[in-house]
């Protein structure tokens, strides 16, 4: 299965762009990344996800490098309620149910500084 | 309300008893997920169910059994609770997964096995 590596914590003001890297150096042709973020005592929440263009929603950006060997989740503006552990994984394309037998890992902890 | 729900939220019982934690979810998601959390292993997937009455094991099955009678529910039981279970448990949910599409969190069921 493809890994990925993500630094263990980083820190951040308020109201200061974040970019949160991951290198998943052997994804495959037909793999998706996927951003998760887990705020504490509550579950993970969907962030943002893509294949190889570069993706944009209300919560955060995805910048995924031109040979999708790493990407950045990019958080504009952080907030206080950001601070949270981040994960990156990859998802294949079409494997069924097993997809999701890839832990999480232990993901970024982002501290935001007020 | 809508959503993906668990019960109970907090659980203390003794080694070898049976516990029951039920997740339930009001978007009709064919998929549904349980996963535990500890310190230093992230999360890692138990059981996924495909679809009513379609279940199959993920990394760490061993000691709980799974059932899915009805596609709103998807209760997790520990047949004899051991302390090594003691963990965090959380139920997702997705529409869809190939292509990976996002999963839904529950809040997370806390388990202290003494």
């Known amino acids: 299965d493809a890994k990925t590596t993500q630094p263990n914590s980083m820190e951040s003001n308020e109201e200061e762009p974040v970019h949160l890297p991951c290198n998943h150096s052997?994804?495959?042709?037909?793999?998706?990344i996927h951003w998760y973020r887990q705020l504490p005592s509550q579950g993970p929440e969907y962030v943002i996800h893509g294949l190889t263009s570069n993706v944009n929603n209300r919560m955060a950006s995805l910048a995924i490098a031109e040979d999708r060997k790493s990407s950045t989740l990019i958080l504009h503006r952080a907030t206080l309620r950001d601070a949270a552990v981040y994960y990156c994984i990859l998802l294949l394309g079409s494997s069924g149910g097993s997809n999701y037998k890839l832990t999480f890992g232990k993901g970024t902890l982002l501290t935001v500084n007020p | 309300d809508a959503g993906i729900t668990q019960s109970p939220r907090y659980k203390i019982t003794e080694t070898g008893r049976q516990v029951t934690l039920m997740c339930h979810q009001t978007w009709s998601h064919s998929y549904m997920f349980w996963y535990r959390q500890d310190l230093g292993h992230g999360l890692r997937l138990i059981y996924y169910?495909?679809?009513?009455?379609?279940?199959d094991k993920g990394e760490v099955p061993d000691g709980y059994v799974v059932s899915r009678s009805k596609t709103e529910n998807f209760p997790l039981t520990l047949e004899s609770a051991t302390r090594s279970q003691t963990s965090v448990y959380f139920c997702?949910?997705?529409?869809?997964?190939?292509?990976?599409?996002?999963?839904?969190f529950g809040e997370g069921s806390r388990l202290t096995v003494l």
């Open positions: 052997t994804i495959s042709g037909t793999d998706y």
């Open positions: 997702a949910s997705s529409g869809r997964i190939s292509p990976p599409g996002e999963l839904f």
């Open positions: 169910s495909a679809a009513a009455d379609i279940t």
